[in-house]
């Protein structure tokens, strides 16, 4: 049988606690499979997985942030949702040297709305 990897794990649990009446107890019933298998060290990958599938399965996108400064959490989830057109989970994180604006990452997509990056595409634009 091949190795089971951290998604497929991370699909399991998400089977198991979905629509389970007792999360507790599913969670400790995944937990004995993955000590049984021997996969201890790869729980946190696995919840990693289990985060991103189970926002996925939700209609939810992960997505990573970065602004010029600190915002309030409303405002960039608003900002997030808007330019990705789907509800987020979000984390944020801040880089001065963006001067202002925001970047949206998410598995599949960079979402540049920073003052830096318009900067770096006006240059372009003039060099041509």
Known sequence: MPKLLPRHYA????????DSK????ATNEFLRFVTEKHATKKLPAIMKEFTEYAAKQEGITIAHVT???????KIVQEA?????G???QITTHVDTELLGGLKVR???H???ASL?????QLEKSLAK
């Open 11 to 18: 699909k399991i649990l998400y089977s198991l606690t979905k």
């Open 22 to 25: 007792d999360v507790n107890a």
């Open 67 to 73: 602004t010029a400064r600190e915002l309030p959490e």
């Open 80 to 84: 997030v949702e808007k330019i990705l």
């Open 86 to 88: 789907s509800k987020a």
């Open 106 to 108: 998410t598995s599949s």
């Open 110 to 112: 960079e979402y540049d």
């Open 116 to 120: 830096k990056g318009q900067l770096q």
